[in-house]
DNA sequence: TCCTTTGGGATACAGTCGTATTCTAAAGCG
DNA sequence: CGCTTTAGAATACGACTGTATCCCAAAGGA
């Protein structure tokens, strides 16, 4: 068995310049070869690793989906919950660079997946680990009564003003201030414990 | 000067079979021949009513922001705020299969906005028609205080939910119900005058 | 009626797409 | 060392892309 090597960092590898590419060139701009530019390898490299385009979005959409999760993970959720719930909101919205990046990616899978159901499943099985950790989450910060109702309204909420951000960034400091206006009324301050 | 057509009418009609294609198969299977079969014409006729693809999606993009634009102005704003802001809402959100068709394809084309500065503007355009008109017709409703913060916290979660709704058609009814949650807060009943 | 302008279809062309196949070189194991 | 398996590049192929060009039929103005 001759000069064997690490599949799967090498997939991570592809799929990251995959990412790469979604959010500076968009969606379109992704084929096998402009992957393979962008991962400084051969197209035909790629194919060793992926043996068809839709396998490679499909990793890369779960590659996307893993980082949004470790992000939200790294989180201090012993802040104060209004803070504490801002900062994962804020990890999910393109503030920088890098989080520009992840959110192109994100919203552009989001819509591809709207006519591609493997697509469509693995964003379910995000959102639906999402809604999951932020209700719980919600539920031990004293706003058990709509839990998940204002985890999904927050969900919701962060998905439209990410969309907006991206095509118009001049906006971008007037969102904030809508995201905090939305916040003050979702969690009315301090919470009514029980 | 023979043979004259009303050259509006023809780009109407493509403009139409676009977004339908949009809606049904996505944006990546709108091809200047894909159009062109989904409007019974030949690729050549398609030409000679737009000059490149570009200008025909720019077209279909602005088609689309005035149904919108359009479909908002037929709502009754004499009904009781609560029920005419809901209303307006649904306008937005794929309730039905036409409205589906009509969301799917506005979220292609602001996703595709995001590397396309001249989608972009038009996005920008609509956006700032609709935030008016809500934002106004908030403050006459007795909600004036925050008025521009919540409609661009509506329009932010209508379109967060459109997006769900779309790759997710299971969630739906749970989210209008988080819709319905989320108006609860936004829009204390009854309004506080002045 | 003829001539001219137009709508619309057909065709051509160069480029890119996804994917299958074929090649070379390198590295572990006997 | 030599054999075998693999990584990775190169090439090939048919399909599709956007766009330019050409051709024909139809219709209004002279």
Redesign the pocket.
């Known amino acids: 068995?001759?000069?064997?090597?690490d599949?799967e960092e090498?997939r991570r590898h592809i799929g990251t310049a995959l990412l790469r590419l979604v959010s500076e060139r968009g969606l379109d701009?992704?084929?096998?070869?402009?992957v393979?530019a962008a991962a400084g390898?051969?197209?035909?490299?790629v194919?060793?690793?992926f043996?068809?385009?839709?396998e490679m979005l499909a990793f890369a959409a779960e590659l996307a989906g893993e980082r949004v999760e470790r992000r939200m993970a790294g989180v201090d959720t012993s802040l104060p919950p209004r803070r504490a719930l801002r900062a994962l909101i804020l990890t999910t919205l393109p503030v920088d660079a890098e989080r520009r990046a992840e959110a192109t990616a994100q919203l552009a899978f989001a819509v591809h997946a709207t006519h591609h159901p493997r697509l469509a499943a693995t964003r379910r099985q995000v959102d639906e680990d999402v809604r999951q950790a932020l209700a719980a989450w919600l539920e031990v910060a004293g706003y058990g009564a709509h839990a998940t109702a204002v985890a999904d309204a927050v969900i919701a909420l962060s998905d439209g003003l990410a969309l907006r951000m991206l095509y118009a960034p001049q906006e971008h400091e007037h969102l904030l201030t809508v995201l905090d206006h939305a916040l003050d009324v979702l969690l009315p301050d301090p919470p009514v414990m029980g």
């Open positions: 068995m001759p000069r064997t090597v599949r090498q701009e992704v084929s096998v070869r402009t393979a390898r051969s197209p035909g490299a194919q060793k690793y043996r068809t385009k839709e």
